[in-house]
Each structure stands twice: as structure tokens, then as C-alpha cells.
Nanobody, 123 residues
């Protein structure tokens, strides 16, 4: 089992950058593929990015390609989401997710979730 804690959210202006972090408990972080999702009020949980166990493979929502970068440091048990050129439509609670067996853009693929961190982008 793994516990996930997100941090790094905040209130920024359009065009600014933020880096989110997701710290995982336990000694087997490298055995989990990781994903970032976001959820705006009244909307469904939406895929943002995912990264494979070793970090060799990444996968992004089309609307964030070229602006967001997912990465991981298995020595620090942490996955990151670097977000550049933020837009008001990026406003949401951002959640990280983990699973040992699969990764992708469907929330149901992931067994473990953090509580989320709020990102608010003003115009």
C-alpha cells in the first residue's frame, strides 16, 4: 500500500508556472506507475499526465502537451508536475494517483489517490 500527499498548489496569474509534488510513503515507490488528474467543481475527474514505473514513458492530455511536464525521482519517492504557461481553464484540484499494474488516462486504473492540491489561475 502507498500513501500520497500532494503539495505546491496555489493562486497564480495566467502565464505563470507552478510545480506540483506528490510524495509517496513506503519503500517500493518504483513499483508504482503514477498519474496526475484534476477536478474542477461540478466536473468529473480529468486526466492530465502519467508516467511509467521507471519514468521512461510519459503520456499527456492533449491540452497540456508542451506546457506540462511529468517526472519522477524514485530515490525521493516523489512525482512532479511542472506546469508552465498556466491558463484559467487549468484551475482545479490536482490529484496524484498510483498503481502497480497499469497507467493511463482512466481514473479507474489507479488504486491509490492523494487528497489533492488546489491550483487557481486568474486571468
Amino acid at each position: 500500500q502507498v500513501q500520497l500527499v500532494e503539495s505546491g498548489g496555489g493562486l497564480v496569474q495566467a502565464g505563470d508556472s507552478l510545480r506540483l509534488s506528490c510524495a509517496a510513503s513506503g519503500r517500493t515507490f518504483s513499483s508504482y506507475a503514477m498519474g496526475w488528474f484534476r477536478q474542477a467543481p461540478g466536473k468529473e475527474r480529468d486526466f492530465v499526465a502519467a508516467i511509467s514505473w521507471s519514468g521512461d514513458n510519459t503520456y499527456y492530455k492533449n491540452s497540456v502537451k508542451g506546457r506540462f511536464t511529468i517526472s519522477r525521482d524514485n530515490a525521493k519517492n516523489t512525482v512532479y508536475l511542472q506546469m508552465n504557461s498556466l491558463k484559467p481553464e487549468d484551475t482545479a484540484v490536482y490529484l496524484c494517483a498510483a498503481d502497480q499494474n497499469s497507467y493511463g488516462d482512466y481514473p479507474g486504473l489507479y488504486n491509490y489517490w492523494g487528497q489533492g492540491t488546489q491550483v487557481t489561475v486568474s486571468s
